[in-house]
């Protein structure tokens, strides 16, 4: 039997596809393409907003065009949160949630033998174990993802991903210790720590994202350690200080700044103002110049008003952030701010939306400007290929093997 799968979303989501992938090839099923015809496709899909839902479904639809006699699984965040809406449309087959995807060979099989159940959901919140330990790694070409971490604590008025992916569970730190001089073994020389929350890693278990890497930093053949998303109150102090004072640390980080109006962050529950913000970025830049400082920004939060909106692009334009992630605000089950009134229409947040992208690209141009003439670090992801410890692509032909990391000249 051929299975496919199609992963929407986050880092996340792709680590759980290939986790799901492992799990289904041990089982003796054929993994194809999701461009070819498949008897069986697996979504896994997002629902960070209303657009990534709309994409879910529309992947769920064309697959099912693909071949009518197939069957289609609906899996991961939409699943988990919405899982009658799945499981209502006629091109579902079966509906699978964040809290059984762990088990979706065992499921499928169930499923193809009975036709039974069709959804597969519990409260997540009540999972304490990460169930995905038995694979740890992602491969994203040459740089190993390492999830060590799922589900966050904090719930921001807006996010519905602690709804999707249940509270902290951690990795121990021994076990991501074990991978990583794994993966240092069969040459890659980088690798990526990733999570829902990361610097929630270890709430759980009486440990600390600084606890984890001062131990990954001591792993011989490891050069470069890339770190995903830090959310910015959530640096203490001795974390700041080792990502500002390790090397081994790629001076690349996502930090959420969401809105430039301390009103709106406050209306978001983020628990920091624009001031503490820019003091950390400003810290990080001082101490390593080089380091690229990518942000995530929503646009159009309910009563965001033209003086918020103002207050923000200011503040971007100002500080010396890389890039920028951009979304239009959208309501989300179960979320605070579903229920607030005032909401800002359509048309005025596509404008503003607009506008932060001709920003975007003129922080990225300043950043390939300021970094021409500069030796860094870069990971060779192909043959023509690499990436720059500080989140550059770079055209260029390279004959070191395919995850070294080497120094070049921009």
């Given amino acids: 039997m051929k299975i496919s799968l199609f992963t929407l979303g986050c880092r996340s989501n792709y680590f759980d596809t290939e986790f799901m992938l492992n799990q289904l090839r041990k089982k003796g099923y054929e993994i194809v393409d999701n461009k070819d015809i498949a008897d069986v496709y697996i979504v896994n899909t997002c629902t960070v907003t209303s657009e990534a839902d709309r994409s879910s479904r529309q992947a769920i639809h064309r697959l099912k065009r693909k071949n009518p006699k197939a069957i289609v699984v609906a899996t991961g965040c939409y699943a988990q ?54 694979l740890l790694t992602y491969f994203e070409r040459a740089r190993p993802f390492i999830k060590v971490q799922e589900g966050c604590n904090r719930f921001c008025s807006f996010c519905v991903i602690p709804y999707a992916r249940g509270k902290v569970r951690s990795v121990p730190v021994e076990k991501v210790l074990e991978e990583a001089k794994l993966l240092a073994s069969k040459g890659f020389q980088e690798i990526v720590i990733t999570g829902t929350q990361l610097t929630q890693y270890g709430w759980d278990k009486g440990t600390s994202l600084f606890n984890l890497l001062k131990e990954l930093i001591r792993v011989e053949g490891i050069e470069l350690i890339r770190l995903s998303s830090l959310y910015p109150s959530e640096i203490d102090q001795e974390l700041l200080n080792l990502i ?3 090397e081994k640390i790629a001076p690349h980080f996502h930090l959420s700044l969401q809105s430039g109006s301390n009103r709106i962050l406050e209306l978001m529950k983020r628990e920091y103002k624009m001031e503490d913000y820019k003091k950390l970025v400003e810290s990080i830049v001082s101490k390593r110049p080089i380091a690229a400082i990518g942000t995530d920004i929503i646009v159009g939060f309910p009563s965001e ?3 918020d909106f103002v207050e923000t692009y200011k503040a971007l334009e100002e500080l010396p952030i890389a890039y920028m992630h951009i979304f239009s605000y959208s309501d989300r089950p179960f979320t605070k701010a579903s229920q607030m009134k005032d909401k800002v229409p359509s048309k005025v947040i596509d404008q503003r939306v607009n506008i932060l992208k001709e920003l975007d690209k003129k922080k990225r141009e300043e950043f390939y400007r300021k970094n021409l003439g500069k030796e860094l670090r870069a990971t060779i992801i192909d043959s023509n290929r690499l990436l720059t410890e500080n989140y550059l692509n770079i055209e260029r032909e390279v004959s070191e093997k395919v995850g070294s990391v080497i120094k070049i000249k921009l």
């Fill in 305 to 307: 008003r033209d003086e």
């Fill in 244 to 246: 500002l004072e390790e």
């Fill in 81 to 134: 949160v919405n899982p009658q809406a799945l499981a209502s449309m006629k091109d579902t087959d079966l509906v699978v949630g964040n809290s059984h995807k762990h088990r979706i060979a065992e499921i499928l099989e169930e499923f193809l033998q009975s036709r039974s159940n069709k959804v597969f959901v519990d409260n997540v919140f009540r999972q304490t174990n990460l169930e995905s330990f038995e």
